[in-house]
């Protein structure tokens, strides 16, 4: 039945049921500031106050495309068939919150619009532009049938070179790959420092040993892996949903490697390791982030944490502990910012998150500008019951990381 439904929304004349759930943006980000109520550009300038912006980067922004220009991205096929027509929705989803509105040179209009959004407003600082590699078998096959999409480290490499001032490259190497060593030695040698891993999708288990060599390489050259950790619902991970347990992670920590938990783990059930049963993802992250052995190499990063089905424990816990705030980073996850029905301003304010003020001027930054809108609305939480906001300091790279490309 839920397939009928979703094939009868996707017919011809339903493209602004898309739009009014991801999309729709009618405001163009250049003029943000300049357009802006005074009370909102108040309350937007407020929001870096404190923050070394020099250190302030997103480290968790998705490179888009379809392989439009050369680029060798690529899509499944599936999530453009009607006859998957839950993944043909989430693409046509993802299609309009990237603003694109047809399929021609998506990769390099992804990037314009990408850019501008940045450009608005240069305080926001540097993106990490996302490589994502393809799932592949522990034989080191290429598995297509369950890649969600491809984008190449070379696309990335290049839209970096192209806007050095507001890209840096996050490449993707499989270590399942057979030849993932010399391809992480190769872009570890042109300069490339922060590495993609998405376990559930890519059917990477971090604690597995074959991994050894791997790590190596990434600790040999001062590298940073970006994995997220929890459950997975962007993108198709469900037959591996246990790979990005934070648990798996100790092994390469235990080794030196240095991980940035993306989200924070903070959706899903995972199972406890280590004392049975199971917990929250995030109860396990929280257990691992809290280890004193991981102080110099373990960060937690805030993407999806105010995405509406991940409210509340993870944030509030998060909020509740200024102590650990420096052990944080500051991530989007865009596009997703820009599917407007995942962030829900009038839940944040019912819940005490934010006051009925806050609440309209996010608002108002949101209809010009979806990713400066998820760091003014981050900056702006309050825990409901302490009032305890998140510091500055989670939202700047940490000196070990702030001074890599």
């Known amino acids: 039945m839920r397939s009928v439904i979703l094939a009868l929304l996707l017919l011809p004349g339903c493209s602004v049921f898309i739009d009014k759930i991801a999309g729709d943006f009618e405001k163009d980000p250049v003029v943000m500031l300049a357009d802006l109520k005074p009370e ?36 499944n096929p599936d999530m453009m068939s009607l006859s998957h027509p839950y993944k043909f929705l989430q693409y046509k989803v993802y299609l309009s919150a990237s603003g694109l509105e047809d399929l021609k040179d998506a990769d390099e209009k992804y990037m314009t619009r990408l850019i501008k959004l940045a450009r608005s407003d240069k305080r926001y600082g540097k993106l990490h532009l996302l490589a994502f590699d393809k799932n592949h078998t522990e034989e080191g096959v290429e598995d297509l049938k369950r890649s969600t999409f491809y984008i190449t480290n070379e696309h990335v490499w290049n839209m970096y070179e192209k806007y050095p001032d507001i890209i840096v490259p996050t490449i993707s190497v499989h270590p399942y790959r057979k030849d993932a060593i010399q391809r992480l030695e190769k872009w570890a040698k042109k300069g490339a420092r922060y590495i993609k891993w998405l376990p559930n999708a890519q059917r990477i288990d971090p604690g597995s040993p074959k991994l050894d060599d791997y790590y190596k390489v990434v600790k040999k050259y001062d590298m940073v892996i970006l994995s997220h950790t929890g459950e997975e619902k962007a ?87 200024p102590q650990v705030h420096h052990r944080l980073v500051n991530g989007s996850d865009y596009p997703l910012p820009a599917i407007n029905i995942l962030y829900r301003t009038t839940q944040f304010k019912k819940l005490g998150y934010i006051t009925t003020e806050e609440k309209e001027m996010l608002n108002e930054i949101y209809d010009y500008n979806p990713l400066i809108f998820d760091f003014v609305l981050k900056r702006n939480l309050k825990h409901p019951l302490t009032g305890k906001k998140f510091l500055p300091s989670a939202f700047e790279l940490p000196p070990e990381l702030c001074k890599q490309k």
């Not at 798996?248 to 199972?271: E, N, T, W, Y």
């Not at 390791?273 to 937690?300: A, P």
């Open 40 to 75: 909102t550009k108040k309350f937007l300038d407020k929001a870096y106050e404190g923050i070394n912006l020099n250190c302030l980067h997103d480290v968790h922004v998705h490179a888009v495309g379809n392989g439009s220009g050369g680029t060798g991205n690529w899509v």
């Open 235 to 321: 993108v198709d991970g469900e037959d591996f949903q246990e790979l990005a347990n934070p648990l798996r992670f100790r092994k390469p920590l235990d080794m030196g490697v240095k991980i940035i938990m993306a989200h924070a783990a903070s959706l899903g059930q995972c199972k406890d390791l280590e004392q049975g049963g199971k917990k929250s993802c995030f109860d396990l992250f929280w257990r691992v982030l809290n280890d004193k052995k991981y102080e110099k190499n373990l960060w937690g990063e805030l993407s999806g944490i105010t995405i509406h089905t991940r409210v509340g424990a993870p944030s509030e816990t998060l909020l509740n502990n």
